[in-house]
């Protein structure tokens, strides 16, 4: 009768097994316990925010956070909680929502490796929040709350490869500048969708049970936007064109930059 050979416990497999598992509980306990002021306090030297972006206070966990950022002037607060990643899709996968004081939006945001995200959102924007600023660029101030039915964006390659939203507006009055003067004029629920081109994003805006775009504006990948105004939108606004001119035909066009530097 032979003695069966005796096998150690700590195995070489069996040792790198339990230092990985430790590895994974330890970076658990990181994202989980350590306090997301604390990371950004370290972490904020080595990110590069826009001019325009200023994070202001950051409080609870990596896991489940919030900050308050101030975006143009803007105040809002930022929450977030994070999802367990996916080690197939190689994806981690974030629940977050940006509030202001009348205005929020929420969704499911998720970064991909090595360069890529996607969100998924949906809210509601007071437009009256955002008078000043709408006032000061010259634009046309609008009353009650525009609803965001879906709001879908891709990421990769340095752009957006995909975007897909709905808004909609209940209708009401419109005012904007006319020199030293203000129009206003009584719109119907209109409706703006977001879509992909070749060039960039297109935000068509419309009635809602109209048969043609009101206006629409063009974002291209060099930082560039083309604005297009059509008859349409004269014909909602109840101003006078000369009767020549049909509602698909473009009256109003301007390019500009929207990046410093783009042309």
């Known amino acids: 009768m032979s003695d069966t050979e005796s096998k150690p416990f700590l195995r ?3 040792l790198f ?3 990985l598992l430790g590895l994974f509980v330890y970076l658990g306990a990181l994202i989980v316990f350590v306090p997301a002021g604390w990371v950004w306090h370290h972490a904020s030297p080595h990110v590069a ?3 325009q972006v200023q994070v ?12 308050g950022v101030v975006v143009a002037g803007f105040p809002v607060r930022v929450e977030w909680q994070l999802g367990w990643p996916s080690v ?3 994806e981690q996968p974030v629940r977050i929502s940006v509030e202001s004081l009348q205005s929020s939006v929420s969704g499911d945001l998720a970064f991909g490796w090595p360069a890529n995200a996607r969100v998924n959102a949906r809210g509601h924007v007071a437009v009256s929040e955002f008078e000043e600023i709408i006032r000061r660029s010259g634009g046309a101030m609008i009353e ?8 879908a964006l891709e990421w ?3 752009r957006v490869v995909r975007a897909d939203g709905l808004g909609r507006w209940a209708g009401g009055n419109v005012s904007w500048p006319m020199g030293n003067q203000t129009g206003q004029a009584e719109f119907p629920p209109m409706q703006a969708n977001l879509d992909t081109t070749d060039g960039g994003v297109v935000l068509v805006v419309a009635e809602q049970a109209g048969t043609g775009p009101a206006a629409d504006a063009n974002i291209l990948w060099n930082g560039m936007m083309e604005l297009r105004i059509y008859k349409r939108m004269i014909d909602l606004a109840g101003q006078p064109w000369p009767d ?3 509602p698909d035909d473009v009256v109003f066009r301007v390019r500009q930059p929207l990046l410093p530097g783009a042309r």
């Open 156 to 158: 990769a390659d340095d």
């Open 17 to 19: 097994l339990l230092v």
């Open 88 to 90: 197939t899709a190689l």
């Open 49 to 51: 925010l826009p001019p």
């Open 56 to 67: 202001q206070q950051v409080s609870g966990r990596v896991w489940n956070g919030a900050a």
């Open 144 to 151: 009650g709350d525009v609803s965001i039915d879906r709001l």
């Open 244 to 246: 020549s001119a049909s």
């Open 12 to 14: 070489p497999g069996k």
